[in-house]
C-alpha cells in the first residue's frame, strides 16, 4: 500500500469517528475533498480488513475493531498535533506531520511524544504562575515515568554532577512522585549520604542500591519566558556527605530540574 492509500485510508476512519453512526461515501467525498470513487474503493479496502459493516452500503458503519482502530489513530493525531504545534510548527503543517506520524510511529515513539506533550502542557498550565509548588507540579502530570534534565550546584563545586546518571527520573503513581537519581561510580568521588531540607529539617534521601529518591512535593518551582522561551526550574536544597580524595567533606546544594 502506497503512503498516499495509507493516508486516505486513516482519514476515512476518522471521518467515520466524527461522524454519527453511519456515513455516507457521498458525505465523506465532500468533507475529505475527495472522489467518490477513490471513497468507495477505500471503505471496500476496509471492510476487507474487518473495520467497516457494509450490510447497508448506503450507509456503512464501523466494526467494533474498526472504531477501535480509529480511536487509537485519533489519539496518536491528537498527541502529534499538540506536540509539534507546542513546538512552533503551524497547525496545518503539524496536522499533515501528525497524520503520517500515526501510521508510521511505534508505541515507544509515540509514548515518548506523548510524555513531552504531557510535559509541555505543565508549561501552558502553568504559564501566568511565576512560582509554584511541586505539589501543583505533581497534580498535572499523568502516573507514569518522565525523565528531566538536572543538575547540582553550589559554590564552585560542579564536579558533583559526575557522580550521578543524567536525567533524572520523576516517577509518578497515584497523585504522588519522586525523584530518582543513579549514583555512578567515582574515583575521586564517593557519595556516602544525601538529604533534603523540607519544613527547616534535613530528611535522609531514601537509598535502594545505587539509586537514591525523594519526593518530588518538595521542589520549587519559578517559571521565565513565554512560548518557545518559556523555562520552568524545580529546585530543592540538598546536604550531601562524601569522601573526595580519601577526605571527608559536607556539601550544601541546590538540585534543580529543567522543563
Not at 31 to 54: A, C, F, H, P
Request: charged fraction near 25%; charge should be neutral; hydrophobic fraction near 35%.
Amino acid at each position: 500500500m502506497s503512503n498516499l492509500q495509507e493516508m486516505l485510508r486513516l482519514r476515512v476512519l476518522l471521518a467515520f469517528l466524527k461522524e454519527d453512526e453511519s456515513c455516507t461515501v457521498m458525505g465523506i467525498s465532500r468533507s475529505l475533498n475527495e472522489t467518490k470513487q477513490n471513497i468507495s474503493r477505500t471503505i471496500i479496502m476496509l471492510e476487507q480488513e474487518g473495520m467497516v459493516d457494509r450490510k447497508d452500503i448506503r450507509h456503512p458503519i464501523l466494526t467494533e475493531q474498526g472504531r477501535n482502530t480509529a480511536k487509537l489513530y485519533s489519539q496518536k493525531m491528537e498527541i502529534g498535533m499538540q506536540f509539534l504545534n507546542g513546538e512552533g510548527v503551524s497547525m496545518e503543517n503539524a496536522r499533515k506531520d501528525a497524520c503520517y506520524w500515526a501510521i508510521h510511529n511505534t508505541e515507544e515513539t509515540m509514548d515518548i511524544f506523548r510524555k513531552c506533550e504531557e510535559k509541555n502542557e505543565v508549561k501552558r498550565q502553568m504559564k501566568s504562575k511565576p512560582c509554584f509548588s511541586g505539589t501543583t507540579f505533581i497534580k498535572n502530570l499523568k502516573d507514569g515515568v518522565y525523565h528531566f534534565p538536572f543538575f547540582i550546584h553550589g559554590g564552585t563545586d560542579i564536579a558533583i554532577n559526575k557522580c550521578f546518571e543524567h536525567p533524572c527520573v520523576c516517577h509518578v503513581e497515584n497523585g504522588n512522585g519522586s525523584i530518582l537519581v543513579r549514583l555512578l561510580q567515582n574515583e575521586k568521588q564517593k557519595i556516602k549520604t544525601i538529604q533534603y531540607f523540607d519544613h527547616g529539617i534535613y530528611i535522609s534521601l531514601e537509598k535502594s542500591g545505587d539509586i537514591f529518591s525523594f519526593p518530588v512535593e518538595i521542589l520549587e518551582f519559578v517559571n521565565f519566558g513565554e512560548g518557545q522561551g518559556q523555562v520552568i526550574y524545580g529546585t530543592a536544597y540538598l546536604k550531601i556527605q562524601c569522601e573526595y580524595l580519601g577526605e571527608k567533606q559536607e556539601k550544601n546544594v541546590m538540585f534543580t530540574i529543567i522543563l
